[in-house]
């Protein structure tokens, strides 16, 4: 059998039916790290009226908040793996329960080859080529995720969930999206009215709304289509994932993370190259510590929380609080910022200072 390579938001199926996606790049050698996202309802049945999807016959649910995380802990534990950097075990498959594999390249190319069956993939479709025509990437350069991916989407109500892959594409593609977000056509950018957030609950503490939809604009990533087709707006969303070139598991086996408690600060963007992905690192210069352990060498932020992915740019000046680590290899010893899932979730926030 040839080696198993996977990256964030590949997909790894169980012979159990339980379907889970890769979460980033740092993996342990002969496992994946990974969210369980949907369980056959054999498996599991959720009240929430948006966790349902069909394929076919078959019915499935999709898993919110820590609902997989005590699902997989309290009925599946063999789908949990030992982390030696965090001496903890995290949600994930060892290689060798890994039943299928799905991509969503490979699922991108399949939808593409074929003339479009429904109004759904017919608007898949047509926003690809419009990115495309302005962008000038291709086909290989995209791929899908969720129900796309997996083939439960409903054409009439699903949203485009698409993947970019490499920074130096999603460039390109950023600065497609912003000349055709002016250009008054079919594609908006989705944080331009305050409709995006309109009857959503809001949890954070130290991040307002309208400073939630002042960082999501500029991202790009998030978009509007309104598809005449259809007579409806879909939502679509454009996912950044490295290039195999630009994939390193900074934490091997050697590596340990420490927990050093809650810290507050205020800090420069010094180098954001791995800020779209997850997890997202932003370098950093302290400038000055609120509150917290008094330490200095504090070298990054980084954020596993999808909210704080492309949040700041280099040489933006930041407020950011959340967990302080010590990173410890044969190499070198520092600290740093780590925004995660956790009990204090709502109170984490990496923002620029207006």
Same mark, same amino acid.
């Given at each position: 059998?040839?080696?198993?390579r996977l990256?964030?938001r590949d997909a @790894? @199926?169980?012979?159990e039916?339980? &379907?889970?996606?890769?979460?980033g790049?740092?993996?342990p050698?002969e496992?994946y790290v990974?969210?369980v996202?949907y369980a056959?309802?054999?498996?599991?049945r959720s009240?929430?009226?948006?966790?349902?999807?069909?394929k076919g016959?078959e019915?499935?649910y999709?898993?919110?908040g820590?609902?997989?995380?005590?699902?997989?802990?309290e009925?599946?534990p063999r789908?949990?793996?030992f982390?030696e950097p965090?001496?903890?075990?995290?949600?994930?498959?060892p290689k060798?329960?890994v039943?299928? @594999?799905?991509k969503?390249?490979k699922?991108f190319?399949?939808l593409?080859?074929?003339?479009p069956?429904?109004?759904?993939?017919n608007?898949?479709h047509r926003?690809f080529?419009?990115?495309?025509?302005?962008?000038g990437?291709?086909?290989g350069d995209?791929?899908?995720?969720g129900?796309?991916?997996h083939s439960?989407?409903h054409?009439?109500?699903s949203d485009l969930?698409?993947?970019?892959?490499?920074k130096?594409?999603?460039?390109?593609l950023?600065?497609?999206?912003g000349?055709?977000?002016?250009?008054?056509?079919?594609?908006?950018n989705e944080f331009d009215s305050?409709?995006?957030i309109?009857?959503k609950?809001w949890?954070?503490l130290?991040y307002?709304?309208k400073?939630?939809?002042w960082?999501?604009r500029?991202k790009?990533?998030?978009?509007l289509?309104?598809?005449?087709e259809?007579g409806?707006? &879909?939502k679509?969303?454009?996912?950044?994932?490295?290039?195999?070139?630009?994939i390193?598991n900074?934490y091997?086996q050697d590596?340990?993370i420490?927990?050093?408690g809650? &810290?507050?600060?205020?800090?420069r963007?010094?180098?954001?190259?791995?800020?779209?992905? @997850?997890p997202?690192?932003y370098?950093?210069e302290i400038?000055k510590?609120l509150?917290g352990?008094r330490?200095w060498?504090i070298?990054?932020? &980084?954020?596993y929380l999808?909210?704080?992915?492309m949040?700041?740019n280099?040489?933006e000046?930041?407020y950011?609080e959340?967990?302080?680590?010590?990173?410890?290899?044969?190499k070198?010893t520092?600290h740093?910022i780590?925004?995660t899932?956790?009990?204090?979730?709502?109170?984490q926030?990496?923002k620029?200072?207006?």
């Amino acid at each position: 059998m040839a080696p198993l390579r996977l990256r964030d938001r590949d997909a @790894i @199926i169980t012979e159990e039916g339980l &379907i889970f996606r890769v979460y980033g790049y740092f993996h342990p050698p002969e496992a994946y790290v990974c969210d369980v996202e949907y369980a056959p309802s054999t498996l599991f049945r959720s009240p929430d009226p948006r966790a349902l999807r069909v394929k076919g016959s078959e019915v499935y649910y999709k898993f919110y908040g820590d609902e997989g995380l005590r699902f997989v802990r309290e009925k599946y534990p063999r789908y949990t793996v030992f982390y030696e950097p965090l001496q903890e075990r995290l949600v994930g498959v060892p290689k060798s329960y890994v039943w299928k @594999i799905r991509k969503p390249i490979k699922r991108f190319a399949q939808l593409m080859e074929r003339p479009p069956k429904d109004l759904l993939l017919n608007a898949l479709h047509r926003v690809f080529k419009t990115v495309a025509d302005r962008s000038g990437l291709s086909e290989g350069d995209f791929g899908v995720f969720g129900s796309l991916l997996h083939s439960f989407y409903h054409p009439k109500f699903s949203d485009l969930d698409f993947t970019i892959y490499g920074k130096r594409k999603l460039d390109r593609l950023s600065e497609a999206l912003g000349e055709l977000y002016q250009g008054g056509g079919p594609l908006q950018n989705e944080f331009d009215s305050e409709d995006a957030i309109k009857g959503k609950s809001w949890r954070f503490l130290n991040y307002s709304p309208k400073e939630y939809l002042w960082h999501q604009r500029r991202k790009m990533v998030y978009a509007l289509f309104a598809d005449k087709e259809s007579g409806r707006v &879909i939502k679509t969303e454009f996912e950044p994932v490295k290039d195999w070139d630009e994939i390193c598991n900074e934490y091997g086996q050697d590596a340990r993370i420490m927990k050093r408690g809650w &810290i507050k600060a205020l800090a420069r963007i010094t180098e954001g190259y791995d800020a779209p992905f @997850i997890p997202s690192i932003y370098q950093i210069e302290i400038m000055k510590l609120l509150e917290g352990p008094r330490v200095w060498d504090i070298q990054r932020v &980084i954020s596993y929380l999808e909210e704080f992915r492309m949040q700041a740019n280099r040489d933006e000046e930041v407020y950011v609080e959340g967990n302080l680590e010590q990173v410890t290899t044969s190499k070198r010893t520092f600290h740093q910022i780590t925004l995660t899932y956790g009990p204090r979730y709502y109170e984490q926030v990496l923002k620029v200072l207006s």
